[in-house]
């Protein structure tokens, strides 16, 4: 089991930046693809950025791309999510999942093996 804890949201004025955290416990943390997906009110969950087991390779969706970085450090357990330049599209719930490093990264909602509750991100206009 790995449990998940995502950390860092809130409400920031479009044009501000935020740093999303996950802690993780439980299993080798190192040994998980990590990913960060978000679900605005009304709409499916969407991929946002994922990051290979040893953080060589990255990935974006389009609409954060440029804006988001991914990263995470090992030995702290830990994945972040620095959110910069943000729009009130950005309005979500902010989730951490992470996915087995015997795979190979795939950056859809039903590949995920373990999540975190959310944290909840608000840009206002």
């Known amino acids: 089991q790995v449990q998940l804890v995502e950390s860092g949201g809130g409400l920031v004025q479009a044009g501000g930046s935020l740093r999303l955290s996950c802690a993780a416990s439980?299993?080798?943390?190192?040994?998980?693809?990590m990913d960060w997906f978000r679900q605005a009110p009304g709409k499916e969950r969407e991929f946002v950025a994922a990051i290979s087991w040893r953080g060589g390779n990255t990935y974006y969706a389009d609409s954060v791309k440029g804006r988001f970085t991914i990263s995470r450090d090992n030995a702290k357990n830990t994945v972040y999510l620095q959110m910069n330049s943000l729009k009130p599209e950005d309005t979500a719930v902010y989730y951490c999942?992470?996915?087995?490093?015997?795979?190979?990264?795939?950056?859809?909602?039903?590949?995920?093996?373990?999540w975190g509750k959310g944290t909840l991100v608000t840009v206002s206009s």
């Open positions: 999942a992470a996915q087995s490093g015997l795979k190979t990264v795939v950056v859809v909602p039903g590949a995920m093996d373990y």
């Open positions: 439980g299993r080798t943390f190192s040994s998980y693809h």
